[in-house]
């Protein structure tokens, strides 16, 4: 719905509370006028249900209107006599029109010192539970939001089981565009896989004003523009979902509005030079490495290596001891009983499994090892004596497809070659070719709401021949520091601002193996309670806030114990 689309359903929308409020009003000793006129109408509904002023500010918040319209409905027919678990139901399962009825009811009469304390142990606790919930939506939609790190595409900067606060206001809190939605969940309800909104009505984008722009490499949460997935890792026609419910995202913005971004042999160039990453950031990249003597994974191991495959031979291999090593398998290469060849990550198979089932298990030692490697890592293995020599892997080759962005059969990027492309930048313009229109069609067409044509050669917008396009928004362009296990911008183009969620802003937990099962988590102690964006290494400040919490504690129990003895 648009803005003036709006405008009109509260117009009508206010003149039918007038018409179903108006005698409730004049019955409480304030003018019928009044329910006429908006927001005032409410401020004066709070002083006939005794309530608090603020309380319209609820109303006005969208799904947190949701929870707070039952209680007002409720405290309405309650001024006005009707107490019993049969109106309250009435009201509730009405949708608020029970107070239509109350409104034209001859015995209704206004109660003036009506006693606002919950009627039971049961309402006092649900009014708790609502208020609480009411709170917790409120900071978790326009302040703060927890998140989890779910896949190693900003691997090693954010790890897998990273726990993150993502700060809403840093960059403007948005306003939902679903206006009906479960409190504090995402598109599912959590354990049901049943939808959590409804696709209408929904409201235009509004964002809050920002406390800061988006700096080129932060970090941040944004939702994912190509997302139609209903379900991960289902094979299933596509959804539409409203923008705030597209699956979330967490990659750098390594590309800002107006930067000309191109990707040569594996390096980031930002307006023709090397992109240089803070200090926090460790990109990875693919490297072979050669040694004619093999490459020990033990030596790998201790130079704090783990990103590489390891192939291992198991001779008495059986159903029982494989389904239980299974998990640990990223391969089979050879399934024969005699020569079971087996791939796995740089851990291998836990050694309380091979004693378990007394595995006959030997370690193939490659000659040649794929690696990845972050800068660092790969001075520290030419220092070494643990390779003969070292490779950086890229693609050289370049060939037309349609897996990478413009995914366009006439572009031949690919993700060591790329570019290079201007990020839009909002009231910029660009002028429109044969050649480059694949690449802004899609912002044209889906992003900023046009019609879009190509006539005998000619470009028409809105039905409008046109060369050149003004843009309605900023863009963004976002990848992972784990580029070669990352799906970014690389694959489905520019990020619209009005998909920004977000900036992680705070890592307070941290599990490694969080998809290995409870059994085998482990908690990160050296990243509880850690920053993200600042420079230098990452300092865990979780001591800090044991003691904060300790000292808090000493003095409540302190101020307690000289209010009781005064008492």
Known sequence: MTWTEWLLFFTIYQLFYSFGTWRLYKKAGFNPIHTIIPIYSGLILMKIIKRPWWWMILVIIPIVNLLIFPIIWIETIRSFGK??????????????????????????????????????????????????????????????????????????????????????YHYGARVPKTVVSFPMVHDTIVGTGIRSYLNKPQLPYLRFPKFQKIKRNDIVTFNWPADTVRKFFVREKGVIKPIDKKSNYVKRCVGIPGDTLEINNGDLQ???????LPERAKPLFKYTAYNSNGISSQNLNKLGLYDFQRKFVIKNIN??????????????????????????????????????????????????????????????????????????????????????????????????????????????????????????????????NN??????????????????????????????????????????GFVPEDHIVGKPIFIWMSIDGINDGIRNWKIRWDRVFTTIHEDGEPKSYFIHFVVFCLIVWLINKYLTKKVLKNA
Do not use: C
């Open 83 to 168: 107490n019993k678990i049969k109106d309250t139901l009435l009201v509730i399962f009405s949708l608020g029109l029970y107070v239509i009825y109350v409104n034209y009811d001859g015995k209704a009469e206004y109660i003036e010192n009506r006693d606002l304390n919950p009627q039971s142990g049961i309402e006092e606790w649900f009014s708790s539970i609502i208020f609480a919930v009411i709170l917790a939506t409120v900071v978790h939609t326009y302040f703060i939001q927890p998140f989890i790190i779910p896949t190693g595409s900003l691997e090693r900067t954010l790890l897998v089981g990273d726990f993150l606060f993502v700060s809403k």
């Open 270 to 276: 930002i307006n023709g030079q090397i992109s240089l």
């Open 319 to 448: 159903q029982n001891s494989f389904d239980d090593i299974k998990p640990h398998i990223l391969s089979l290469v050879n399934n024969n009983i005699e020569n079971f060849t087996i791939i796995t990550n740089s851990k291998g198979i836990p050694t309380e499994k091979i004693r378990k089932h007394r595995l006959s298990i030997s370690e193939i030692t490659e000659r040649e090892k794929k690696l990845t490697l972050t800068e660092k890592d790969y001075s520290k293995i030419l220092k070494s004596n643990t390779v003969d020599s070292i490779i950086k892997n890229y693609k050289k080759t370049k060939s037309y497809n349609t897996s990478f962005f413009p995914n366009d059969i006439t572009y031949d990027w690919n993700e060591d070659n790329f570019g290079p492309v201007i990020i839009p930048k909002k009231n910029s313009s660009v002028t429109l070719t044969q050649s480059n229109l694949p690449i802004y069609k899609k912002i044209i067409k889906d992003y900023e």
């Open 451 to 492: 019609i879009i044509e190509v006539k005998d050669g000619k470009i028409f917008i809105n039905k409008k021949e046109t060369n050149d396009y003004k843009f309605k928004m900023d863009y963004y362009w976002m990848m992972g520091d784990n580029r070669y296990s990352s799906e970014d911008s690389r694959m489905w």
